[in-house]
């Protein structure tokens, strides 16, 4: 490996600081609210499915069925981001999902517009989420590539990802909060939530349109020097790949590598949302307002935002990627075991806690490894199919769990499935070549 002469050093170092500085933080913004968007129905769940009369199979198909227009939109919306460019795709993403996320908080009154029952009003809505808010996720993570090259991609995206928990540590409380404000002028608490939760969505539009760059050859706010050092960066790594065999999208949906990393992140995601969208349910059971009901499941969120960012500078530091991966999935699903079997609550929230470690610290390092064979076009497309795939566990697994509880009258076999998936990838990744994986350390 060849060692940077002092001059480059320099100018990488202050070409990185600034590219983060300038393009990581609004991107975390945007990030936060839309996972706070598509999972805040999680605490409206606490009283709005009393209030419409939903029962928890109801109330799982909803949550669920966001993900089947997600899965459906996904690839198309990534494309049109390729061709359009970052910055106006994803203002559009942004403003659409908005205004149907406020949206949610008008059920009632759309069901005595249109005379549709509440739960076909909300599933409605749910579709229309996700039909609006798909390729957001897969769009940024391509959007990454095109702003740092592979050696800083785990902790770029580590902190980026941050935004998954930081939703939950931010949102749960204030959602918690919202919900115990009782009804303000006709409105119930998990009205105001929605509507409340969905005003930032709207106007991150307008400053994603004014403030993103879609590429670093048009960074204005980059000097000559730093523009040149990180497009001859990123050219560079990009001729490194070009004697392995060119794919268009079609052959990338059929990609060994990209449907198996699509299988591991289905787990990923199933822990994920099982998370997101029971977790405040479950610790509602232990016998809390919705406050301290917030506030708990703020922990577990704080836990993983720690973990991104930790687990993706090691594995950076390292160079290694394979078995970073390997031992974080095993920690999340040896640990959601032990929630589901436990029965102390301090103890299931000790074990919820360490399997948000592995759960969120698994994402940074995962989302490294697509940009190892898959460049252009068909990085956007197989980062698309990938996270398509996997979050059709978004809606299987709030609807298995909701069906499981309405059966049994508990969580347990449905958090296990969650577990024993996460051992099924842990031992998928186990399988990998390692030096496929590998990058050069800086």
Not at 94 to 113: D, E, R
Not at 162 to 180: E, K, N, Q, R, Y
Not at 360 to 382: D, E, H, I, K, N
Not at 413 to 432: D, P, Q, R, Y
Request: glycine share 12%; charged share 10%.
């Amino acid at each position: 490996m060849q060692h940077p002469s002092p001059g480059n050093a320099s100018i990488e170092k202050d070409t990185m600081r600034r590219v983060m500085t300038r393009v990581v933080p609004l991107l975390i913004v945007c990030y936060i609210i839309s996972y706070l968007d598509r999972v805040n129905v999680g605490f409206a769940a606490l009283t709005m499915n009393k209030d419409l009369g939903f029962s928890a199979a109801v109330y799982g198909l909803g949550a669920g069925i966001f993900f089947l227009t997600y899965f459906i939109f996904e690839l198309p919306s990534n494309l049109m981001l390729h061709r359009f460019g970052a910055r106006r795709w994803i203002a559009r993403i942004l403003f659409t999902w908005g205004v149907l996320s406020g949206a949610m908080g008008f059920i009632p009154q759309l069901s005595a517009m249109t005379g549709l029952s509440y739960e076909a009003v909300f599933y409605t809505l749910r579709l229309l989420l996700g039909a609006a808010e798909a390729g957001f996720f897969p769009g940024i993570i391509y959007y990454l590539t095109l702003w740092f090259p592979a050696a800083y991609r785990a902790r770029v995206i580590g902190y980026f990802m941050t935004a998954l928990p930081l939703a939950s540590v931010i949102g749960a409380p204030l959602s918690g909060w919202l919900l115990g404000m009782g009804s303000a002028d006709g409105f119930a608490g998990w009205q105001w939530m929605f509507v409340i939760e969905a005003i930032p969505a709207v106007l991150l539009a307008g400053v994603v349109l004014r403030c993103l760059t879609d590429l670093p050859g048009q960074a204005g706010w980059l000097t000559p020097e730093q523009r040149g050092w990180l497009t001859r960066t990123l050219t560079d790594e990009a001729a490194q790949q070009a004697d392995r065999p060119r794919m268009n999208v079609l052959r990338t949906l059929t990609h060994p590598m990209v449907l198996l990393l699509g299988l591991v992140y289905f787990s990923v995601v199933y822990m994920n949302y099982t998370l997101g969208f029971f977790l405040p349910t479950i610790i509602r059971d232990f016998g809390l307002t919705p406050l301290q009901t917030g506030m708990l499941a703020a922990i577990p969120a704080a836990v993983g935002a720690l973990s991104m960012v930790f687990w993706g500078r090691r594995s950076d530091r390292k160079g290694e990627r394979k078995w970073h991966l390997v031992f974080a999935l095993g920690v999340g699903g040896v640990s959601f075991a032990l929630a589901a079997l436990g029965s102390n609550p301090a103890l299931i929230m000790v074990c919820f806690s360490i399997a948000a470690f592995g759960i969120y610290g698994s994402q940074p390092v995962f989302w490294t490894m697509p940009g190892t064979f898959l460049t252009g076009g068909a990085a956007a497309a197989g980062i698309a199919i990938i996270n398509s795939l996997a979050n059709l566990s978004g809606f299987m697994g709030p609807s298995i769990m909701g069906w499981v509880k309405d059966a049994t009258g508990s969580y347990t076999s449905g958090l296990l499935l969650a577990a024993g998936m996460a051992i099924l990838a842990t031992v998928v990744v186990a399988s990998f070549g390692v030096q496929r994986f590998q990058v050069a350390r800086q």
